[in-house]
């Protein structure tokens, strides 16, 4: 956990966290659900990592709280690394590459693959 706080991001994993939002559909590349997609559920920009929908859960156990008033062990949905998921594209459906188009508020995301953006489709 230690190394975790002293190691700088390089910029490019910033970069690509930066493309991915709340809502898009991403491919997990790495780890226990290598292979399924799901939903992008958080984004956390200081820590490079995005939480997926009903991916990457590991058994979690908890003391007695408000929370979670019974305690004991429940399904945590832990977040992933940016650089273990690639997004989907929802114009061809394929895990793809994000270009950037326009700037300022014109700015959008494009598919490397077909160009489709991928801002129009929540
Ligand atoms: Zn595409």
């Not at 991001?9 to 997990?28: A, E, Q, T």
């Not at 908890?62 to 008033?69: C, F, I, L, T």
């Not at 273990?84 to 598919?111: E, H, M, Q, W, Y």
Request: a positive charge; aromatic letters at 4%; proline letters at 4%.
């Amino acid at each position: 956990m230690v190394i975790q706080k002293l190691f700088r991001w390089p910029k490019r994993l910033f970069k690509k966290i930066m493309k991915i939002k709340k809502n898009d559909m991403v491919l997990v590349t790495k780890g226990k659900d290598r292979g399924k997609s799901g939903k992008v559920i958080g984004v956390d920009l200081g820590k490079s990592k995005i939480i997926v929908e009903g991916r990457n859960i590991y058994k979690a156990h908890v003391k007695p709280s408000k929370k979670y008033p019974q305690g004991g062990i429940i399904d945590k949905n832990m977040p992933i690394r940016v650089e273990n998921v690639a997004i989907i594209c929802p114009g061809c459906n394929k895990a793809t590459k994000i270009k950037f188009s326009g700037s300022g508020k014109d700015k959008k995301r494009l598919c490397v693959k077909c160009r489709e953006t991928l801002d129009a489709i929540k």
